[in-house]
C-alpha cells in the first residue's frame, strides 16, 4: 500500500449523521472522494436525497437514510436497513448537531438546555454505542470521528449549553476509545473552528462579523474543504494508531492568548 493509498476507503461503508447540513454535506462529499459508498443519515430527508443524486451522477456511491438521532427506535431501524442493504459498516462521523439559542445562562429554557444535550451529545452516545455494536458483531475495525468544536476547549458567552455539550463530545471519545480499544474500533473526534456554513453564516455575515474575525488568529472562517485532511486522517487506516483524539482545525482559535500589544 503506498503511502496516500491508506486515506482511501475504497469499499468502505461510511456513515454521516446530520449529512443534509453546512459542514455534515462537505464531510460526506470529502467521504466519497476517497472511495466510500456513504450513506447519508438526516432527519431532513429532502436535502440528503438531493445530496446523494448528486454524488451518484458523478459515480460516486450513496444512499440517504431519514433518521432522527434522538429517537432509539430510529437508529435500531437505521442499523438494520444498513445490516439489510450494505452488510457492513467501516466509519461513523456523527456530525448531527444544533446551536441552540444565543442566550445567557440566565435566560436557557431548561428544554433548550435539553434539546442540545440531546443532539449534540445524547445522540453521539446512543448511535456510537449501536454502532459500535454492529462493528463488534462484524468483527469490523472500525472507526468513529466525533464532531465537536472549538468551544468544546474554551468558553463563549451565550454558548453556554453548545459548549458544554462539545466539551462533552471530547470526553465521551476518550472514554468511548478506551471502552472499545481491545475491539479494533478506533474513536477520534475532530474539533473545527469557525466555518463559512449557514450555521455560522448569519454571525459572520452579521453586525459583529469583523469582531469575531479578529478573535480567529488566522482572520478568517475556513472553507468546509479545509478539513479534508483531517477528516481522512481519522476515518482512514492512515490513523492507525490514533484513538481518543481531539484534533482541532480552527485557525488557531482555541490556543488565542491574550494579546497585550492590541
Ligand atoms: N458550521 C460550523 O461553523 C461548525 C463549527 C464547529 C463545529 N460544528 C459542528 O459540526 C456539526 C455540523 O454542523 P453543520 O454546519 O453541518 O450544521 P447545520 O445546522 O448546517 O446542519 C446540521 C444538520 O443536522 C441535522 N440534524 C439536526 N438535528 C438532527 C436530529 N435530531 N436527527 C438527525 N439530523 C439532525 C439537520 O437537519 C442538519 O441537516 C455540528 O455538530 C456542529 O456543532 C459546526
Known sequence: MSVLDQFLLTGEIAVITGAGGGLGSELAKILASAQASVVLVDQNLTSIQDLAE????????????????????AIHQLIEKIDNEHGRLDVLVNSAGILGAD???????????????????????HVSTSV??????????GRIV?????????????RIHYATSKAGVEHLTRNMAMELVKTNIRVNCLAPGWLATPMVQ???????????????PMGRAADPE???????????????????????????YAYRGIECDE
Not at 442566550?103 to 452516545?125: R, Y
Not at 455494536?133 to 468483527?139: N, R, S
Not at 448569519?202 to 480567529?216: E, F, S
Open 54 to 73: 448528486n454524488l451518484r451522477k458523478q459515480d460516486q456511491q450513496a444512499t440517504a437514510y431519514e433518521c432522527d438521532v434522538t429517537d432509539a427506535d
Open 103 to 125: 442566550d445567557p445562562m440566565f435566560e436557557i429554557k431548561a428544554a433548550e438546555w435539553d434539546a442540545v444535550m440531546n443532539v449534540n451529545l445524547k445522540a453521539t452516545w
Open 132 to 141: 459500535a455494536e454492529f462493528m463488534i458483531k462484524k468483527q469490523t475495525a
Open 146 to 158: 466525533n464532531i465537536s468544536s472549538s468551544l468544546g476547549g474554551r468558553s463563549q458567552r451565550k
Open 202 to 216: 448569519d454571525i459572520l455575515n452579521g453586525p459583529q462579523g469583523a469582531h469575531w474575525r479578529k478573535a480567529i
Open 226 to 252: 479545509e478539513l479534508t485532511g483531517a477528516l481522512l486522517l481519522l476515518a482512514s487506516k492512515a490513523s492507525s494508531y490514533m484513538t481518543g483524539s481531539v484534533l482541532r482545525v480552527d485557525g488557531g
